[in-house]
């Protein structure tokens, strides 16, 4: 009997934390502990999410690979699987199927100055790279995160963004595009009004920017102007995904499958490749 | 194992025809029919991919019974059996004509001729009609009256050949796509194309002219066309002497419709309405097309007898490729009408006052029949609030969504006495009734289909009928047994030889017959080869001369103003079915377009501060919607569209029951609106 | 392989009839004037018959629409979770050699990296049995394309029509098997039946109306990214998604959970096409806005990526579907001599 690819594992809903407006944080634990066991993954890949009888969605994985046992993802409520999932409760179970796509570079940056660019939303797939890159510390220079959101409300992790800036050789700048409520003390302004603000060690320093595509085009402008080369931006692209298996073809651009191929590209690559971020 | 059953589609009146793939009871595949006239194998979206509903789990199974405002299931001989007694109940204490019967055009031939005996012979009304009131009632009588026959005068296949093809109020490449693959395949051949329409259809983009009407002054641009015409001596002086009459009244009417002035109300430059008057009358094979652009109004049957005057003018009808060609929405409007689902006609248009007819009817049904012409669906609605109408028996059809002012429609059907729908889901309608019969989808059947072109199709059962949900057909001759009257047919190929046997148009055609291929109506005798182009010794009036009518124009009945300042019009889109009962449950459709949307010119977005995608609240003088805004320059300003098919943005809200004073359609392509940001 | 041999035209039905015993034989038939693959048993074997049926015979190994799991969560912890299988054996006869090549150029992608499970299921258990094109249909451009009009490659067995025989090759051990089943209604081709079958294929090779010059296009086509062509080529698309459903290599699906219980749901996955809107539609934004940029990803995915991520052969067969299935006659062939032309 050969594999199916296509069937997704049982996993339980064990802890569901309020993340932010509208965003929630699943932590999933396999219900099959030996696959749970073997199963490993790296920073940036994605798995297909199943909430049974509604349908199936591409989620990335938040959680460090450095923490074993449970994997946690951060998901909006944006469509119908997505919407479903927000109603679900810990105990019940979905289906997951992963892990995919190619993930963050890891090995092949250390020694460098890392900077951050996150937007809303985006910063979970980072989270998972930041996490594991603090607890190989050393392998590091600098760790720099900007993070921005539309409003205060929608910024999420705050613990862990309260944490990572009391690590040593790291800083935390956040941002937001508007405060309604006026209770915002930190700055105004999109995420890469953050950029002027930080020294930057251009040879030096790898930039990992997640986030809307409208904010990931800006960010990648304003990093080129500041001079990083193409093969220093690191962006993950989303696309339409039905299978995450490089079969379905709606990720598909030039010979690529964002799912298989990618989501994560560099600059250098996405230019090569030709369709719009 | 899979079988392939060549059928034809339920969707619109092109009448394509495929295979349907079957497995397990379930269709799994389409195949078009390569050697079809007019698929050739080609197919539009939702004959590739909107057939998934047949197999929804949300498909009637069971007979359903309301009781204390919930519906239970309930067995076929009880939900009968209730239904007869309420009937009955209703016409021993007011009279068979407190009951009205909405037929379908979704439905087959057979099944639409047995609702009308139904009607006639069980109940004894002539109350029945159908959604044709709603899309070509004014085609019905505009073009009887001019030529003596309501339909499309011509085959599709013929368009092909056109030298001149002058579209009004048709967006053909999204409600009749293969018909509008043969005006591109015209135009790639050098025909010349002219269309006249608010909105810069798709076909506008390989028009030798485009010109853009103010909605709802059809008239006015037909009759300015007609003074050019007479003007530079265009027409056709032998075809006037010899085939029609009242052309001289025609002549001094539109004598008033200089360019000039025609150019004030329709807003269309005066240069381009001689332009596109020398086009249409130079050609020798000039075809007009037009759909609900023309009958969707106050003035539908003005609209339609302009064109039929366009066409005798300058000779062009009664010969291939040229004519009037009125395309008809649904799958078989056509065969619905020509089956006597309408309130003045038994099948074949034969009249209902007529009494020779009648008694010729009566003799075949063994039953006296009423001699009153019926009310139609528009009237029956606005007769409920009055009592005239007190029980309302609906097969196949979603007035709420699909009728104009929704919220009036719904008012009216829930003060019914008593409201019986056989429907294949539980739609919004069928929601308020106290009885729904589960009754089968296009697939599920044996029957025909008459497309637009007057084309009788067989349509074949592919699958067995889901849960006990039975064929409409048989359920009309098992309600009519249970009021004492006998409709014994072993098949639907047996009630078509009833139809032949009493309507002369359908004299000639049978099951056997068939079977080679479908047949266009005239086809009077079974060694008739059929008609595919209409009146070309003579008209079809007594008499047989066609008729000029001279038409003075009359503005739609509701215009903008300061607090309603935006004109609405609606219709459909390629993706979606009417109220999308079928549509939107079928999974590659509803991906495409899973909500409704407003169109508007993006000066009038920019001017509103509504950006593109935005959502935005719709409101006029009967309801309010909110929807996304689509700004797009392919409208006029002034102008917003929106298409009908969604209940939860019901473009019907918004529309008005304001009527054609004849034919009695609702004017839904013009009413007005505000739209403001939300 | 074997040596090339002969079987007489009427004795092709017994030879399926006797593959029929334990598999199911899949053959073109005409029905209503209209060329259908169709089983044995409940159609005809015709003599002989010009074109390919307008759905390529992929969906014997990719349906339209196919059942791929079946959930219940009756029992809300222990979620029932079936897949389906599919390991009908089957023999498709009559496949034109276009459509044999866009078998291979599914098997590139559907047996690569993650091997699909449902295709590979069905692809091992069919045996592919070729027949040669003597006569080109007028949108057929294989020639162009280097599948055909006679198959070189990609089949079990191949057959060529000699009039009053079947010129037979074998090209795999399942389709010696096949044809070792019942070695007594096959002889030994003469050197004359090979040489007729060469003059056959030269005389169709001579008879297409179509010509793709494919280098110089291929070659030409990364310039012609931002051109007009698109737009105006792309113009009157009525979005019918036919282009994608009949062509023998186009791959791509969608899946959807269909619910069929109160507590039970079916994963279907179903033919989608490129040309659609929705193909690409995310949450907020679509990735390809416009139509000229679907028609460009159709083109570009034939001639350009599928050749770069496989092994350089082009994704396009030549059959000519897509010409001929257009409502609105968009016409690759006409694409591609523009392209080539600039």
Known sequence: MIENIYVPHLMTITKIRDEAENVKTFTLEFKDSQIGKNFDYKPGQFGEVTLFNIGEAPISITSSPANKGYLELSVANVGKVTSALHQKNEGDVIGFRGPYGNGFPFEEVSGKNILFVAGGIGL???RSLINQMFAERNKFGKISILYGCRIPNLLCFQNELDNWAKLENSEVLLTVDACP?????????????????????????????????????????????MGFSGDNIITTMERRMECGLGKCGHCNIGEKYVCKDGPVFSYQQLKELGENI | ?????????????????FYLGVEDNSLTAVYPATSHPVSQGRLCVKGWMGHDYVNSYERLKTPLIKERGKFREASWDEAYKLIADKIQQTKSQYGSDSIAVFSSAKCTNEENYLLQKFARAVIGTNNVDHCARLCHASTVLGLSQTFGSGAMTNA?????????????????????????????????????LVVADPREIQLAKVATLYISQKPGTDVALINGMLNVIIAEDLLDKEFISQRTEGYDELKELVAGFT??????????????IIEAARIYAKGQASTIIYSMGITQHTTGVDNVISCANLAMLTGNVGKESTGVNPLRGQNNVQGACDMGALPNVYSGYQAVT??????????????????????TVTDAINKIESKDIRTIYIMGENPIISDPDSNHTEQALKSLDFLAVQDIFLTETAKLADVVLPGVSFAEKNGTFTSTERKVQRVRKAIEPVGLSRPDWKIITELAAFLGYKMEYDSPSDIMDEIAKFTPSYGGISYDRLEEGGLCWPCPSADHPGTPYLHKEQFARPGGKGKFFAVPYRAPAELPDDEYPLTLTTGRIAFHWHTGTMTRKSWTLDREYPNGYVEINNNDAAKLGIRNKAMVKVTSRRGEITLQAKAVNTIQEGLLFIPFHFAEAAANKLTANNLDPVAKIPEYKVCAVKLEGV | MSATRIIDKKKLADFLETLSSDCEVIIPTVEDGNLLFSELGSSKLEDSFKGRPIVSPKEYLFPQKEKILAFDTTDKVNVDIKAYTNDKKRVIWGIRPCDLHGIKTLDAIYLSDFVDTYYQARRKNTIMMGLNCNEPCETCFCNSCQTGPFASEAYDVVFTDLGDKYLVKVGSDAGQEAVDKIPNLFAE????????????EEKSKQSFQRKVDVDVAKQNLPESWDDALWAEESEMCILCGGCNFTCPTCHCFNIEDVQCGEKASIRMRYWDSCQLGGFTQMA???????????????????????????????????????????????????ILGRVASK
């Not at chain 2, 194992?1 to 025809?17: A, D, H, I, P």
């Not at chain 3, 257009?326 to 062939?333: F, L, Q, S």
């Open chain 1, 124 to 126: 979970a797939p980072l």
């Open chain 1, 181 to 225: 409520e006026n209770d915002w003390k930190g700055n105004i302004g999109v995420v890469g009004s953050l950029l002027p603000n930080i020294d930057i060690d251009l040879e030096n320093t790898v930039a990992f920017v997640c986030g809307p595509p409208v904010m990931i085009h800006f960010v990648i402008l304003d990093l080129l102007k």
């Open chain 2, 1 to 17: 194992m899979q079988s392939k059953v060549l059928t034809t589609c339920e969707f619109c009146g092109c009448g394509c025809n």
């Open chain 2, 156 to 192: 599709i296949g013929e368009i092909g050949k056109a030298e001149v093809i002058f579209i009004i109020g048709s967006n053909t490449s999204e409600q009749h796509p293969l018909v509008a693959s043969q005006i591109v395949a015209a135009v790639k051949k050098g025909a010349k």
């Open chain 2, 259 to 272: 360019p000039e002035k025609t150019s004030e109300i329709t807003g269309i430059p005066a240069d381009k």
């Open chain 2, 354 to 375: 007529n009494e020779e007819l009648r008694q010729k009817f009566e003799k075949a049904w063994g039953v006296k029949l009423p001699a009153e012409v019926g009310v």
């Open chain 3, 189 to 200: 081709a003469t050197n004359d039946d090979e040489k007729k079958a060469g003059e056959l």
């Open chain 3, 284 to 334: 907020a934004e679509n990735t390809r806005e416009n139509q000229a940029a679907r028609l460009r990803q159709r083109i570009f995915h034939k001639y350009i990526y599928t050749p770069d991520k496989y092994d350089g052969a082009i994704g396009c067969t030549g059959c000519g579907r897509c010409i001929e299935v257009c409502p609105v006659n968009i016409d690759i062939t006409h």
